[in-house]
């Protein structure tokens, strides 16, 4: 389960390379910026990032596989947000790249 405080430390681990980033407006003048990671000893298991730019951090906030089927696991206020669909379908075109 992803803990939903925990700040991200995808970036800094040698267990995950970094693809790419993408940002999304999120109203009123802001944006979020997400970044896909892929796992060095699974090509296919993926992690997603958000950044709201803020001294939060990053957040982890989706694990999936690219073919979809495998293990996924989305931060629970993801999990319904309008904006996964978009967010998720960006991210899952930067991982089969």
Same mark, same amino acid.
């Given at each position: 389960?992803? %803990?939903?405080?925990?700040?991200?430390?995808?970036?800094?681990?040698?267990?995950?390379?970094?693809?790419?980033?993408?940002? #999304?407006?999120?109203?009123?003048?802001?944006?979020? !910026? &997400?970044?896909?990671?892929?796992?060095?000893?699974?090509?296919?298991? #993926?992690? &997603?990032?958000?950044? %709201? =730019?803020?001294?939060?951090?990053?957040?982890?906030?989706?694990?999936?596989? %690219?073919?979809?089927?495998?293990?996924?696991?989305? #931060?629970?206020?993801?999990?319904?947000? =309008?904006?996964?669909?978009?967010? %998720?379908? !960006?991210? !899952?075109?930067?991982?089969?790249?």
């Amino acid at each position: 389960m992803i %803990e939903p405080r925990k700040r991200d430390t995808t970036a800094d681990s040698p267990d995950w390379r970094f693809l790419a980033a993408f940002f #999304h407006d999120i109203g009123m003048n802001d944006r979020i !910026r &997400l970044a896909v990671y892929r796992s060095t000893a699974d090509p296919a298991l #993926h992690r &997603l990032t958000s950044d %709201e =730019q803020t001294t939060a951090g990053p957040r982890l906030i989706a694990v999936f596989t %690219e073919p979809p089927g495998g293990d996924e696991d989305w #931060h629970p206020a993801w999990r319904t947000d =309008q904006m996964r669909p978009t967010v %998720e379908k !960006r991210a !899952r075109a930067i991982a089969r790249r």
